[in-house]
């Protein structure tokens, strides 16, 4: 290979993984540190993906019933924490702990989820300063 089409494709492939980096935000750019939230609710859904995973969390909170979108690590990142496709199926209750988003919104980064049994799993959160154990 030529030196000169060498040099373009190293290029083209740092552009490429650049962009990648560059599209994935920073647990500060959407979360608060500063609100940490902690709440018990029934789940309706949990979608495993990479770059996060989601679980969604009925929340009643003063006779309302609100919708909770939690965002945790990916997939990968949540089977190397012990967790299993058929831990969160609807209907189960948990106790949520994690950090609400800056906007407000009812969407919040998991730092882990304790099943009625006492069982913890952590959600391996994109917080540094979060447990991992």
């Given amino acids: 290979m030529f030196p000169s089409m060498r040099l373009r494709n190293l290029c083209a492939i740092a552009a490429l993984l650049a962009g990648n980096a560059l599209a994935h935000h920073s647990f ?3 979360f608060d540190l500063n609100k940490p939230v902690k709440f018990t609710g029934k789940v309706t859904e949990m979608k495993w993906s990479n770059p996060h995973s989601w679980i969604y969390v009925d929340v ?6 609100v919708n909770w979108a939690l965002e945790t690590g990916g997939a990968n990142a949540l089977i190397r ?11 189960t209750m948990v106790v949520v702990d994690g950090w609400q988003a800056r906007n407000g919104t009812p969407t919040a980064n998991v730092s882990s989820i304790t099943f009625p049994d006492g069982h913890k799993l952590f959600a391996g959160s994109s917080n540094e300063a979060a447990p991992t154990k």
Avoid at 60 to 65: A, I, W
Avoid at 81 to 91: I, N, S, V, Y
């Fill in 28 to 30: 500060n750019a959407e």
């Fill in 60 to 65: 009643e909170t003063g006779g309302k019933v």
């Fill in 81 to 91: 924490r012990g967790w299993k496709k058929g831990d969160l199926p609807a209907g």
